[in-house]
């Protein structure tokens, strides 16, 4: 009782001592932002690869590590093996089992704070020791977690070591290339034994007009030392660099004890977060003990309003918007599945470019930096959990470790990445076989229970395949006027809006098979295409494979997809297809085409020697298809006249030439000068056609609005290859040893025409403070490795990242292939 009176009455003193602003609000200490509680603890590993049968998965003092800054992925290093057991959707790049380890020091002053490791993502099955002692396991290779270093460290000038152990060894595991390794970014954070827990704030708006809006901020507290603790509670809200509102609050917290505290700020004439204008906020999160600040936390926030209507579909801030998606795997692409913030930044830019305002995190949680870039820079994301459940669909996946850790980890995503703006939906499952049966319900009532206990503000899906039964297995015959049966998930209770998985043909039937649920296309298309080539006729569509479950035995000699939008899966439909029939319904919310990228792995329709994706309506390289100038005119308000194929073919030759088109009313084609005719859309159109015999020479299209010019485009045939020409995504990076230049390589004739035709060999060679860390053509049947400094283009295009030393310096990038003049290009580091 004495103990409770004392607390009380230091608990009393403080909230006295908060109201006296002249006395207490002066004392407050260490007022700068940006309070450091994580260092970047990515700098001087050592790495093993333990390929050896003899050695097991043992290392020894005769071990021979290698150095190397994380994050890594030494599967992305290896050769492209037939054999490998990861197989076609592994990308035919080998896992294995690897050691991580990194010496350090930590001063005699860290003896009073808590000392924390943290991990983005380690791919998989990894364990952490500490000096000797076992931090524990995580199977899961795509969340984030933490241990807690304290009890075992050494401080002074006694090292400290970590080991970690990754084992990927056991294959397959992913339908899709996961990478191998510490591919995520590593942190070592310090608190005082009072601070904020981890993922420890959480910030809703429940109230939101353009007046004002009520901002809600959770904080949960940990107190880690042996004595209860009187501290105070400041949140300060921050539009850019300045300070919109404060609130401070006195709490006691007893010993070892968990404690939240709840606030309440309006904003006034809140500035609203959406896809074309993110604004965020930042809230710090201060505890003052003694008016001293002992931490600090930094949450990035932004306040909006949405919800999904019946009738309208997507409604964000009470305007009507369309969700306009794309599914990402998370590799990227020659740098494999290494972490890389200007890299992710990078497919956004070009993604934005086009006219994307969504991503779908397929089929796991993504790294941290891809959802601040989407907050930033406007995507309405669909957070994705898991491709299984309990039944697995690969041999060594996660279904294997499904019952002891589904629950960590979805707990884990969901505190995680919960304050994201950007976030829309979580999505619990993808493709699930379970959602046929009452099994599925009823782990699909689990999960959603898991997410609404820690979030209420988004709703619940899953991407079903389709979300019916279908009469007769045919999805074209669901037409009666009753509504269909829904699937065991989806008629479960489980989700909030019903994600489609393809079954395009039964989108416009929703408001009948689901009248009280509204509707989110989670994944369409699967359109397959090789950038760059064509086959003719273009009218003609090609469901390649026949079958999901059939061997492909079609197909091009050479594993080429035509580029023309022409070729599709059986499971899925034409890009064209998909996007008119969402455009047509405002109740259906919006699409995430399959996909963004291609991806290293699953290279439908084909197999071995192809190894990486047709899916993307960008390829490897992130060289836009012709199929993204299609959404740039659909989804843009840029102006677009997009002409295609190229004009290198056989004399004569009968060639289809299409052209995507927006603010006008027609197109004229002309070839060396003569007209072909005027084209224009008709009905729900989406391009124009003309056939046209090949002569040598220029291929000019004029757009036209009301009979007045509005665009025009050339194509001129291209003589032999000759030259290399150069061009740097940025001539200026950071000097901070991780920053990069992304450098397109063209091939051209002697006149400085883009050779179309052209897959010569080029070698590059960096000169000063930096390094080559990816090359790649795009092309799905390359085997040269992405770690090389030789690659083959494919349709006249190439691509070499270059990632910055930490020196300011000028680096000189220089490309040459035989028979063609070298280029040379300067990247400057800052």
Known sequence: MQLFLNRKFKLAFYIACVGLFGACNS???????????????????????????????????????RTLNLPHDWSIEKLFDENSPTGHGGGYLSGGLGWYKKEFSIDESGK????????????????????????????????????????????????????????????????WYSGSGIYRNVWLKTTAKLHVDIWGTYITTPKVSKDSAVVKIETAVQN??????????????????????????????????????????????????????????????????????????????????????LDKGFMLNGKQTKIKGVCMHHDLGPLGAAINTRAIERQLEILKEMGVNGIRTSHNPPAPELLNLCDEMGFIVMDEAFDMWERSKTKFDYGNVWEEWHKKDLEAQILRDRNHPSIFMWSIGNEIPEQW?????????????????????????????????????????????????????????????????????????????????????????STLQTRGHYDFPSDTTKIWPVRWDKVFTEGNPDNTVSSFDQVRAPWGSLHETAWKIIKKHDYLSG???????????????????????????????????????????????????????????????????WAYYNHADEVELFLNGKS???????????????????????????????????????????????????????????????????????????????????????????EGDGKIVGVSSGDPTNHESFKGTKHSALNGKCLVIVQAGDKASTVKFTATSPGLKEATINIQLN
């Open 27 to 65: 004392s407050l200490k260490n007022e700068a932002l940006d309070f450091d509680r994580k260092a970047d603890f990515n700098d001087k590993w050592s790495f093993y690869l333990n390929d050896s049968i003899r050695d097991n998965d043992t290392i020894s003092e005769t071990t021979e590590w």
């Open 112 to 175: 009073n704070k808590l000392i924390s490791i943290v991990f983005d993502g380690v791919y998989s099955n990894s364990q952490v020791w500490i000096n000797g002692h076992y931090l524990g396991k995580r199977p899961n290779g795509y969340i984030g977690f933490e241990y807690n270093l304290t009890p075992f460290l050494n401080y002074g000038k006694t090292k400290n070591v970590i080991l970690v152990k990754v084992d990927n060894s056991k294959q397959p595991n992913s339908r």
């Open 224 to 309: 880690s030392d042996r004595q209860e603790k009187t501290a105070m509670l400041r949140t300060r809200i921050f539009d850019a660099n300045t300070m919109v509102k404060t609130i401070k609050e006195a709490f006691a917290i007893g010993a070892g004890q968990n404690q939240k505290i709840t606030q309440n700020i309006l904003l006034d004439a809140p500035k609203l977060w959406s896809d074309a204008h993110p604004h965020l906020y930042r809230a710090y999160t201060e505890i003052f003990v003694d008016g001293e600040l002992i931490d600090q936390y930094k949450t990035n926030f932004g306040v909006r309003s949405f919800k999904f209507d």
């Open 437 to 525: 049966n009452e099994r599925g319900a009823e782990i699909g009532r689990e999960l959603s229970k898991i997410v609404k206990t820690l979030d209420t503000t988004r709703l619940v899906t899953a991407g079903m395949n389709p979300p019916i039964h279908i009469k007769n297995k045919e999805v074209t015959l669901q037409f009666e006027d009753t509504a269909a049966e829904p699937n065991a998930l989806a008629g479960s209770g489980a989700l909030d809006i019903i994600g489609y998985n393809y079954a395009h043909q039964t989108y416009a039937q929703h408001q009948k098979n689901f009248p009280n649920t509204p509707f989110i296309a989670t994944e369409t298309t």
């Open 591 to 657: 699409m995430y085409i399959w996909t963004g990228f291609d991806y290293i792995g699953e290279p439908t329709p084909y197999t071995w020697p192809s190894r990486s994706s047709y899916f993307g309506i960008v390829d490897l390289a992130g060289f836009p298809k012709d199929v993204y100038y299609m959404y740039q005119s659909e989804w843009t308000d840029k102006t677009v006249l997009h002409l295609f194929p190229h004009w290198n073919w056989k004399e004569g030759q009968t060639v289809d030439v």
């Open 676 to 766: 072909l005719g005027t084209k224009r859309k008709e009905g729900d159109d989406l391009h124009v056609m003309w056939r046209v015999p090949f002569e040598a020479g220029t291929l000019k299209a004029i757009s036209r609005k009301n009979g007045a010019v509005v665009m025009e485009k050339e194509i001129k045939t291209a003589g032999k290859a000759a030259q290399l020409k150069l061009h740097a995504d940025r001539n200026t990076i950071k000097a901070d040893g991780k920053d990069l230049s992304f450098i397109t390589v063209d091939i051209q004739d002697n006149k400085g025409i883009f050779v179309p035709t052209a897959n010569n060999k080029i070698s590059f060679k960096l």
